[in-house]
């Protein structure tokens, strides 16, 4: 789609962590401003597969979102093994299945 308007350097596709789906977003970067505003100029509010699309300049993200994810990268992960997190799962619905769900003396 961008190729017709001049050199693609880098295209970057926004997918679902859990999923690995698109998101239905895309960042491409092109060789120069002119292709890439040519590109924008023609795309913009045009129906691709009964999608309209929008095409613009990215914009750098706010500092303070920045810092935040910055942060949020460098805190230990508190993510249990698959099988800490399987028995920790089976405890539970064995103990909501007990006949005794208070009494967990057993």
Avoid: H, W
Avoid at 12 to 33: C, D, H, L, W, Y
Avoid at 38 to 67: F, H, W
Avoid at 77 to 104: G, M
């Amino acid at each position: 789609m961008f190729s017709q308007f001049g050199e693609i350097l880098s295209i970057k596709i926004v997918v679902e962590p859990t999923t690995n789906q698109s998101r239905g977003m895309a960042f491409v970067e092109m060789a120069n401003a002119t292709q890439a505003k040519k590109a924008i100029e023609e795309l913009n509010q045009k129906i691709v597969d009964g999608r309209t699309v929008k095409a613009n300049y990215a914009t750098p993200l706010k500092a303070s979102i920045m810092c935040k994810r910055a942060a949020a990268e460098k805190e230990p992960k508190k993510d249990l093994s698959f099988l800490t997190t399987q028995l920790a799962k089976k405890a539970r619905n064995d103990a909501k299945r007990s006949p005794d769900r208070f009494n967990f003396n057993k």
